[in-house]
């Protein structure tokens, strides 16, 4: 039953206290609707009343119908905005026809909300990210304030102008604006910002208006301006009212009908949940819909254009001490006796004083704070956000919703179609041998293991392929993958097919595909479709100890016998620890410069502490021997990671390369190096090193080591593979090379050579 009429849940709730402080928060409501309700009108090109008539009925229906307990529903400036964007076309604003169609509209987008509900479609308003929101409300900040330069300015801008057409007409009819209409505007924005600082307590917006109404009447009395006002409002209920049910209507209104619908829901749920979490309360989106839906409807039979959760009225609803969804519904009837009350007045409310509320409405609409915050996170929802942004500018507003959607959903599916994947090795040092991404650890010259977060499906597959294809050109010698697929919750047929070819390429290169930790969801995709046939059931593993003890033997011993490596225990146990190098006799660099004199001279650079020092030495033995200098450096990294513009392996390849040349560049203009060559490769540290020594062809490389026995694992590799004489130093830490330099230039140092 509770479910049908959600009331029946916190009915219960109510008692003498909860009365209490929603008899407060609804009055103080019904008292800031006022002139919201009138701004808002004026914005949605309604007449004055009309915008009051919003506050009322649907704001008791949504209390009622609604999930949240705090949400208070009426007119607001993101619907007001779109509604005369939309209808203007159709109709003049403030005609008949025109309130005709904003009844209807309002109608169609309840049946939408309610449709939505009872479909349980509650998740789709999450598709409309937060840069949409925010560029949409920024935007329509600014078509609020071009709209309202006519009642400001008091100039004669033509009914519908676009904003550039606004803009244009600002320029040229500069000359004309009426000085003392402007006054009533700038007198009422003035006050409103200094109410809105020095008064919190105080609706800001009443004290403005009181303030411009009074000008506005000085300057009729005394000076005989005539200031031109809003006019005297109805001071009786809603009346009742009827949607047009013409098809030909709603054809036209459908476009509008679901923007309205898709951004009034997003705004609704954004506010409930913003509220429940400061309240504890849990927001049942379904039922917010339905709610929502239920109050559009209603709403439209008692003369009520589009209505959804108010921002401001939900806030201050909150702050006022709301305990239940009374406080909205006493909100609601109470503005009925309050524009019995104040209605006559209204035929001494200026125009330009309402303009001047509503540009405070339209910069209180543009979030700096959050624009700023977006721009310094992600070009991505940047660039979501300024399309929005100039979209609400220049096109019709439905459209500009849909533009900020629509690309956001682009980026969305970009994102997901580029799983994260990273290289994994065993971190020795760790408890339990933990794996990790470090890039410095050596890695298992047979055995390439990957960690993949993130769906595997038709639109991941070409990017998993280039990753594996990029991995194979870096380390051809790897025959053996390991997949580690913890983090895949979901693969389609395209991602099980994909993971079969992979194992039948490993396979015709002498290695083998490998599943760590697959999921139940995945190993079951994989069985109903034979997958696990093809893969081969003896290559899924359960852990990744099994997994290792299994793959072990596979590998081939003599390359095991030489590997310096060592990473697994299945190593250690059958081949012991790697023996250090010998170590050097003292002055054995001197030795081969006074023997072979070096020409070329090639310093490794890690890029990382110690490099000054390095580079320094590098150059002052290349000036002293009249030899060749270059500095080169390997740049190491991981397909699927660190990359946002999800760039192919090649387009990263050519960019980072860049990076790397600027940067031994600038390096070498801080040492003093002039005329220093760079040189960069990137198939792995030992690897690259050998292709840099190659390529560059020295008689001596200089390298950098953390290690006290080889280099990065692969010294043995290096002084084996190198057509050159090699130098490598042996410190703890990079830091620590200016010592050894010292050392190398006076008493000796601990060095290897060949």
Same mark, same amino acid.
């Given at each position: 039953m509770a479910r049908i009429f959600p009331f029946l849940e916190w009915l219960p709730l109510v008692n003498r206290r909860t009365l209490a402080a929603d008899l407060s928060a609804g009055l103080t409501g019904a008292i800031v609707v006022l002139p919201q309700g009138v701004a808002f009108a004026t914005i949605a090109g309604m007449p004055?009343? =009309?915008?009051?008539?919003? &506050?009322?009925?649907?704001?008791?229906?949504?209390?009622?119908?609604?999930?949240?307990? %705090?949400?208070?529903? +009426?007119?607001?400036?993101?619907?007001?905005?779109?509604? !005369?964007?939309?209808?203007?076309?159709f109709a003049a604003p403030g005609s008949a026809d025109y309130v005709q169609l904003a009844i209807t509209l309002a109608f169609m987008v309840g049946a939408i909300e309610i449709t939505m509900g009872l479909f349980r479609l509650g998740a789709l308003v999450n598709f409309i990210s937060h840069s949409v929101v925010i560029g949409f409300t920024a935007g329509a900040g600014i078509l609020i304030a071009a709209n309202q330069v006519r009642n400001f300015f008091g100039l004669p801008v033509p009914p519908g102008a676009t904003f550039h057409d606004v803009a244009v007409f600002l320029v040229e009819h500069i000359g004309d604006i009426s000085p003392a209409v402007t006054a009533v505007g700038a007198v009422t924005l003035?006050?409103?910002?200094?109410?809105?600082?020095?008064?919190?307590?105080?609706?800001?917006?009443?004290? *403005?208006?009181?303030?411009?109404?009074?000008?506005?009447?000085?300057? @009729?009395?005394?000076? +005989?301006?005539?200031?031109?006002?809003? &006019?005297?409002?109805?001071? %009786?209920?809603?009346?009742?009212?009827?949607?047009?049910?013409?098809?030909?209507?709603?054809?036209?209104?459908a476009p509008t009908a679901l923007a309205v619908t898709l951004f009034a829901l997003t705004e609704a749920l954004s506010i409930s949940r913003a509220l429940a979490v400061r309240s504890g309360q849990h927001i049942n989106s379904n039922q917010e819909f339905l709610g929502q839906g239920l109050s559009n409807i209603a709403g439209s039979f008692f003369s009520s254009y589009v209505a959804t959760g108010s921002f401001n009225r939900s806030g201050l609803n909150y702050d006022a001490g709301a305990k239940t969804p009374v406080a909205a519904m006493i909100g609601g009837v109470a503005l009925l006796a309050v524009v019995v009350l104040v209605a006559p007045f209204a035929a001494y409310l200026p125009?330009? #004083?309402?303009?001047?509320?509503?540009?405070?409405?339209?910069?209180?609409?543009?979030?700096?704070?959050?624009?700023?915050?977006?721009?310094?996170?992600?070009?991505?929802?940047?660039?979501?956000?300024a399309v929005t942004f100039l979209a609400t500018l220049f096109l019709p507003l439905e459209f500009a919703i849909f533009a900020g959607v629509l690309l956001s959903l682009l980026l969305y599916l970009n994102r997901a179609s580029h799983p994260t994947i990273l290289s994994r090795v065993p971190d020795p040092a760790a408890a339990g041998r933990k794996f990790t991404s470090a890039d410095r650890l050596p890695e298992c010259p047979q055995i390439k293991i990957l960690r993949i977060d993130g769906s595997l499906f038709f639109g991941a597959v070409n990017y998993f392929q280039e990753t594996l294809r990029a991995y194979e050109r870096k380390r051809p010698d790897q025959r053996h993958i390991a997949l580690f697929m913890s983090g895949v919750n979901f693969i389609d047929v395209a991602g099980a097919e994909a993971l079969t070819q992979a194992a039948r390429r490993q396979r015709e290169r002498g290695g083998g595909l490998y599943l760590v930790n697959v999921k139940e969801a995945v190993r079951s995709r994989l069985r109903?479709?034979?997958?696990?046939?093809?893969?081969?059931?003896?290559?899924?593993?359960?852990? /990744?100890?099994?997994?290792? *003890?299994?793959? =072990?033997?596979?590998? @081939?011993?003599?390359?095991?016998?030489?590997?310096?490596?060592?990473?697994?225990?299945?190593?250690?146990?059958?081949? +012991? /620890?790697?023996?250090?190098?010998? *170590?050097?006799?003292?002055?054995?660099?001197? #030795?081969?410069?006074?023997? /072979?004199?070096?020409?070329?001279?090639?310093?490794?650079?890690?890029?990382? =502490?110690?490099? %000054?020092?390095?580079?320094?030495? #590098?150059?002052?033995?290349?000036?002293?021997?009249?030899? /060749?200098?270059?500095?080169?450096?390997?740049?190491?990294?991981?397909?699927?990671?660190?990359?946002?513009? !999800?760039?192919?392996?090649?387009?990263?390849?050519?960019?980072?390369?860049?990076?790397?040349?600027?940067?031994?560049?600038?390096?070498?203009?801080?040492?003093?190096?002039?005329?220093?060559?760079?040189?960069?490769?990137?198939?792995?540290?030992?690897?690259?090193?050998?292709?840099?020594?190659?390529?560059?062809?020295?008689?001596l490389?200089?390298?950098?080591?953390?290690? @006290?026995?080889?280099?990065?694992?692969?010294?043995?590799?290096?002084?084996? @593979?190198?057509?050159?004489?090699?130098?490598?130093?042996?410190? !703890?830490?990079?830091?620590?090379l200016s010592r050894v330099a010292k050392a190398w230039l006076g008493a000796g140092s601990d060095t290897a050579a060949r």
């Open positions: 004055p009343e =009309y915008g009051l008539y919003a &506050g009322m009925v649907p704001a008791i229906v949504a209390a009622l119908f609604g999930s949240s307990w %705090h949400l208070v529903s +009426g007119p607001t400036t993101a619907a007001s905005i779109v509604l !005369y964007s939309s209808l203007s076309a003035v006050f409103g910002i200094l109410a809105r600082r020095l008064l919190p307590r105080i609706p800001h917006m009443i004290v *403005a208006i009181l303030a411009g109404s009074l000008l506005a009447l000085v300057l @009729d009395l005394g000076f +005989g301006a005539a200031i031109p006002t809003v &006019g005297a409002l109805p001071s %009786h209920p809603p009346p009742l009212s009827a949607p047009s049910f013409s098809m030909q209507v709603m054809r036209d209104l125009d330009a #004083a309402m303009a001047g509320i509503l540009f405070l409405v339209a910069w209180g609409l543009i979030d700096f704070k959050h624009i700023a915050q977006v721009a310094r996170a992600s070009r991505s929802e940047t660039a979501v956000l109903r479709g034979r997958y696990i046939e093809e893969i081969g059931s003896e290559n899924v593993f359960a852990s /990744k100890t099994q997994a290792f *003890a299994a793959i =072990y033997p596979r590998l @081939d011993r003599p390359t095991c016998m030489d590997c310096r490596a060592r990473i697994f225990r299945e190593c250690v146990s059958e081949f +012991g /620890k790697p023996e250090p190098l010998p *170590a050097a006799p003292e002055q054995v660099l001197p #030795a081969i410069v006074a023997q /072979k004199a070096p020409r070329r001279i090639l310093a490794v650079l890690a890029l990382d =502490y110690g490099d %000054h020092d390095l580079a320094r030495y #590098a150059w002052a033995l290349a000036k002293t021997l009249g030899a /060749k200098l270059a500095f080169g450096h390997v740049a190491e990294w991981e397909p699927g990671f660190g990359f946002e513009g !999800y760039l192919t392996p090649a387009e990263v390849e050519r960019q980072l390369e860049a990076v790397v040349h600027g940067k031994l560049d600038a390096l070498a203009a801080e040492v003093g190096a002039s005329g220093a060559e760079t040189v960069v490769a990137f198939p792995g540290w030992d690897r690259g090193i050998a292709d840099l020594a190659r390529d560059w062809k020295p008689d490389v200089v390298v950098p080591s953390n290690k @006290d026995h080889d280099l990065s694992g692969g010294g043995r590799l290096v002084v084996r @593979d190198w057509e050159c004489d090699a130098v490598i130093f042996r410190v !703890y830490l990079f830091g620590a």
